[in-house]
């Protein structure tokens, strides 16, 4: 009879912080807590330049659009460079943008005009950085350890954005006003320079067809995405539920301020528990899915998320609404690893950028969607019902999810 070395095999389920994973865990922490900075210090910005409630959030409008403009754009490219070096390069590009910005804000010279330019402009680069990140990991951690590393990458990010990088801005902006621009370009480029560290071998890739084209090859992504039915339930899954967050996202605070009578100081509660919640999915994921399988761990999460959302739109507590956030939290973490990790385990090989990128931009072009539904609904029927509404939303996400929860789970590369 063969044995397992029980110890071996744990470790082999768990990416080794040391080397490639630890440089690349590193350089996500470091521009996710640059991104928390710039994106707190933004909008504030915009209010101290305008007083128009329209021009402000255009600001964070341009967030949205240029995912679902280049989004696919962004993922052909990932597939055919080398995705190390359209990382690094982008965060040096990057760099140089947000540095630039903070010299204008500090002489004066900022305007809802550059503002606006500037997200435009980065979250453009960010399609590519993303697109090529989902797509190196696979080739850094060992197949058995992806999931785990998802994990830990999306928790490391959480805790850097959502922990630490808030708390941080008022003090720099007590520096002044261009500090976290400025500091936001400093992580840009401490990040590029782990991510030009890492050493990986040179991408395998099957030679392009003749007459090969970008559009071509978009098409290509968008044909395997719709032909595997995991995947394609996954999707639709993911975007049902953006539309529905972006309703509860954008009507948040009028549940906590208007409905609950809570206050700045409720809002602050409701926030936190949301991110210890993710904190705690990312460090009981793996549990789960050794229990349950990646599929059933996503309908499982979605099924909890419900749950927490009716209690959100029924229970007029804040209590209740801090726990039920903490739970909506934990099991977004879960949701959002497995998703994760399952794309890139069933993607053919070569392509997963255009894979990850067509799954991106259809999921997040629900959430603009979403928050105009959710403030239309609250002005209609009060500020609990976006709650009601988002929890609609995931159940017709978990009803698109179960014809392949019962599916056999795939951890070997399909080829295109």
Known sequence: MTTVDAAATGAATRP???????????????????????TAALPLLAASLTGDPLLI???TA???????????LGGALADRVDQRRAMWTVDVVRALLVGGFAVAVALGHASIALLIALTFTLTT?????????????????????????????????????GLLGGPVVPLLLAVGAAAPFAADAVTFLLAAALVASLRT????????????????????GLRALSRDKGLRALCAATALCNVGMGALVATLVVLVTG?????PGGYAAAMTAYAVGSLAGGAVNRRITDRTGRPRAVLLAGTAQIAALVVMGCVRSLPALVAALAVFGLMGMVWNVNTTTLM????PAGMLGRVSAAFRTLAVAGAPL????GGAVATAWGPNTPALLTAAFFVLSVLALIPGAGGSEVSRRRVA
């Open 16 to 38: 080794a912080w040391r080397g490639t994973f630890g440089r690349l865990w590193s350089a996500a922490v470091l521009s996710s807590f640059g991104d928390a900075l710039r």
């Open 57 to 59: 959030s255009s600001v």
């Open 62 to 72: 341009c967030g949205y659009l240029p995912w679902i403009v280049f989004g696919l």
């Open 125 to 161: 680069l960010q399609t590519l950085f993303d697109n090529a990140a989902t797509a190196l990991l696979p080739a850094l951690v060992d197949p058995a350890a992806l999931g785990s590393a998802n994990a830990r990458l999306m928790t490391g990010q959480r805790i850097a954005g």
């Open 201 to 220: 071998p040179a991408p395998e890739r099957a030679p392009a067809p003749p007459g090969s084209t970008l559009r071509r090859e978009i098409a290509a």
């Open 259 to 263: 409905w609950l009578h809570a206050g």
């Open 344 to 347: 890139q385990q069933r993607s």
């Open 370 to 373: 979403g928050a105009l539904l």
